[in-house]
């Protein structure tokens, strides 16, 4: 007996030392994206200026141009951006054989690269885009909203396409919430474009970003608690 409790515990730590530096890192990365998405919900209700209502404007109006918190709020943008790449590669460590996750790890790294040309794409104040101040840096915004909302989307199709019932039925409500906030948010883009008052704006896009937070930490959670994969297999050589 106890010579077999002697072998097996001599097999872990070869295990453990067979495994390569990315598959050692898969935890620490996929909490990375639980990381992300705390610090995010945490810049998008605390991080304010003076007048700003968090809910009647859209969280884009927080980094305008010209507004007093812009330089911090670029500083822990960035922090996010960076956490959601290092999540994205550990989405895709973990996904092993399995493409559509490696897909969707994918989508998630481009989607954190993305997010790092957000500084020189910001939106200008509401009113300076009434008076007709809007500048190149105000479509850039659009277009890169419009790409960032597309890769998460489709990472969320991915990612629950290659995971368990459970968890695609909740990316399912989840894309659901999304779609109806995220359209009431939209409706009331043209009333920021003329600087009239949008009342319920902000607290429409909020849920829909909270709810694309959440969506990460459970992925991350779900992925954590998976057992993982060779970081071999999981690697692009290996599609």
């Not at 968090?54 to 305008?64: D, F, G, P, Y």
Request: glycine share 10%; charged share 15%; with cysteine.
């Amino acid at each position: 007996m106890s010579s077999t409790i002697d072998r097996a515990q001599e097999r872990v730590p070869e295990r453990i030392a067979s495994k390569s530096p990315l598959e050692r890192t898969r935890k620490p990365m996929l909490s990375c994206g639980i990381a992300a998405s705390v610090l995010y919900g945490a810049i998008i209700w605390v991080i304010q200026y003076e007048g700003y209502s968090a809910i009647s404007q859209t969280v884009s109006e927080l980094s305008a141009w010209g507004v007093s918190n812009r330089p911090l709020w670029i500083v822990l943008g960035s922090l996010y951006d960076a956490l959601m790449i290092a999540f994205a590669v550990g989405v895709w460590v973990s996904a092993g054989e399995r493409r559509l996750l490696r897909i969707a790890g994918g989508l998630l790294f481009v989607y954190g690269l993305l997010g790092l040309a957000w500084p020189f794409a910001s939106m200008h104040q509401r009113e300076v885009i009434a008076a007709g101040g809007g500048t190149l840096a105000d479509t850039g915004h659009l277009v890169l909203s419009g790409m960032a909302v597309a890769l998460m989307f489709a990472a969320m199709g991915f990612g629950a396409a290659a995971s368990g019932r459970r968890f695609r039925i909740y990316s399912i409500a989840t894309i659901a919430i999304l779609l109806v906030f995220g359209g009431l948010t939209s409706l009331d883009g043209v009333r920021l474009a003329a600087n009239l008052p949008t009342p319920w704006a902000g607290l429409w896009e909020r849920i829909s970003i909270i709810g694309l937070l959440v969506w990460v930490v459970v992925l991350a959670v779900v992925l954590w608690r998976g057992e993982g994969n060779s970081a071999k297999a999981a690697l692009p050589s290996a599609a």
